[in-house]
């Protein structure tokens, strides 16, 4: 059973860069076709499709959010991380990575969640 698990520092000030690393455990970044992703749900909003990387390394990025977002992976690790830069307080949200067989943008598109980690962009 493939699970997902977020790791993050909580709480972080504006302008910061900051860091959140998903594990999976019970499958692989680089199984043929999934789709590894970040989608964040800012208080009392939507979720959000943030950007995602593909099993052969590829990355997407919602277009609002591409100047300032990368993701990464360590296939070593089994771990793919979000690097959301120069945050403020509109970035605070709970961030879930999630899985899906192929590019998706839209949050109910992913039947696999993680738990989520809440962040908090506050000086």
């Known amino acids: 059973q493939v699970q997902l698990v977020e790791s993050g520092p909580g709480l972080v000030k504006p302008s910061q860069t900051l860091s959140l690393t998903c594990t999976v455990s019970g499958g692989s970044l680089t199984s043929y076709p999934y789709y590894w992703a970040w989608i964040r749900q800012p208080p009392g909003q939507d979720p959000e499709w943030m950007g995602g990387i593909r099993y052969d390394g590829d990355t997407d990025y919602s277009p609002p959010l591409r100047s300032r977002t990368s993701i990464s992976r360590d296939t070593s690790k089994n771990q793919f991380t979000l690097h959301p830069t120069s945050v403020t307080p509109e970035d605070t949200a709970v961030y879930y990575c999630?899985?899906?067989?192929?590019?998706?943008?839209?949050?109910?598109?992913?039947?696999?969640w993680g738990q989520g980690t809440q962040v908090i962009v506050s000086s």
């Open positions: 999630v899985r899906a067989e192929g590019l998706r943008t839209v949050a109910n598109a992913y039947g696999l």
